[in-house]
């Protein structure tokens, strides 16, 4: 079975841009939730989606949305890039049956994103 | 809101001896989990402890839920090089999981 995968793996930005970063779940699971993972905050939950709505949101600014397809890819999109936004994405898929955290998560790589 | 905490946040060790790393939530929890980073890769899980005081072990790692389900612990038996990473306790909270600091572990050959 495939793992979850992230792309890309890298990307660099400048101030202002937007950017956007794909999550591919593990076949048959429904549920894909976003974290934000910087050295001094640790992993930081910011949405998840379950059958293309979002189930529930961290406390994170509007400029961060995402969005889910019906073959439960997901998309996550950060408009005009602050310096401290430079963190590692990254998402993890789960069936999505359980809620509020019963299910065990499994992480892509992650999209290690620099802001200029 | 609801926060929860790792102590240490660093540790390092020679090889062979133990490692404990606490988790420590500000609310009961109804069940904690325990994810391990290598440097450089993403958080794989290690195990979900859901009942009061419950003990669990996994080769030379045993993990423990606290009886008040507010804490909880990981202790690695004669750490090995194997063991460099983060390791991560998630609480359930209002918005999925809630992570833990994380204990980087480094193991001295």
């Known amino acids: 079975k495939a793992g979850v995968t992230q792309t890309p793996r890298y990307l660099i930005k400048t101030r202002g841009q937007q950017v956007t970063l794909s999550c591919s779940p593990i076949s048959g699971h429904r549920s894909v939730s976003w974290y934000q993972q910087t050295p001094g905050q640790g992993l930081q939950f910011l949405f998840e989606?379950?059958?293309?709505?979002?189930?529930n949101k961290g406390n994170f600014p509007g400029r961060f949305s995402g969005r889910q397809f019906s073959n439960s890819r997901s998309e996550m999109n950060v408009s005009t890039l602050e310096l401290g936004d430079s963190a590692l994405y990254l998402c993890?898929?789960?069936?999505?049956?359980?809620?509020?955290?019963?299910?065990?998560?499994?992480f892509g790589s992650g999209t290690q994103l620099s802001v200029l | 809101g609801q926060q929860v905490m790792q102590i240490p946040q660093y540790q390092h060790v020679q090889e062979g001896e133990d490692f404990t790393t606490y988790c420590n939530s500000s609310?009961?929890?109804?069940?904690i989990q325990w994810y391990k980073q290598r440097p450089g890769g993403h958080p794989v899980f290690l195990i979900q402890?859901?009942?009061?005081?419950e003990v669990k072990k996994q080769k030379r790692l045993t993990f423990q839920f606290g009886e008040a389900k507010k804490n909880s612990s990981l202790h690695i038996t004669a750490t090995q090089t194997t063991d460099v990473g983060t390791y991560f306790c998630?609480?359930?909270?209002?918005?999925?999981?809630?992570f833990g600091t994380g204990t980087r572990l480094k193991v001295l050959a």
């Open positions: 989606y379950f059958s293309e709505t979002q189930r």
């Open positions: 609310t009961t929890l109804s069940n």
């Open positions: 998630a609480g359930e909270g209002t918005y999925k999981y809630i």
């Open positions: 993890a898929s789960s069936l999505g049956q359980g809620s509020g955290g019963t299910e065990k998560l499994f």
């Open positions: 402890l859901v009942k009061s005081g």
